[in-house]
């Protein structure tokens, strides 16, 4: 069974910078594309940042240049570095996994979710 556990998320002020982690377990983890995904009160569900199983990456233009994303095949784990953040940051953040289509950001394309954890600016 493929479980996604995020954590890292807070309250942080504006410009301040959090690392969201997402631990991967029941999944081959090497052979997808993952991403970060977030939803604001009131808004559609969001892709942020994925990297495809061969570490290409693709941003939203919203976090470009804020956001960096990185995966850590060894220790299954997906990370979010998130810096400069600002008020419409402010999310609850998901990890997602399972797509075969490199560089989506549609949620649309992916199988597995994390519960969520929650980005405060």
């Known amino acids: 069974q493929v479980q996604l556990v995020e954590s890292g998320g807070g309250s942080v002020q504006a410009g301040g910078s959090l690392r969201l982690s997402c631990a991967a377990s029941g999944y081959t983890y090497s052979s997808y594309c993952m991403g970060w995904f977030r939803q604001a009160p009131g808004k559609e569900r969001e892709g942020v940042a994925v990297?495809?199983?061969?570490?290409?990456?693709r941003y939203a233009d919203s976090v470009k240049g804020r956001f960096t994303i990185s995966k850590d095949n060894a220790k299954t784990t997906l990370f979010l570095l998130m810096y400069s953040l600002k008020p419409d940051d402010t999310a609850m953040y998901y990890c997602a996994a399972g797509s075969w289509v490199a560089g989506s950001l549609d949620e649309h394309d992916y199988v597995h979710w994390g519960q969520g954890t929650q980005v405060t600016v």
């Open positions: 990297i495809d199983s061969d570490g290409s990456t």
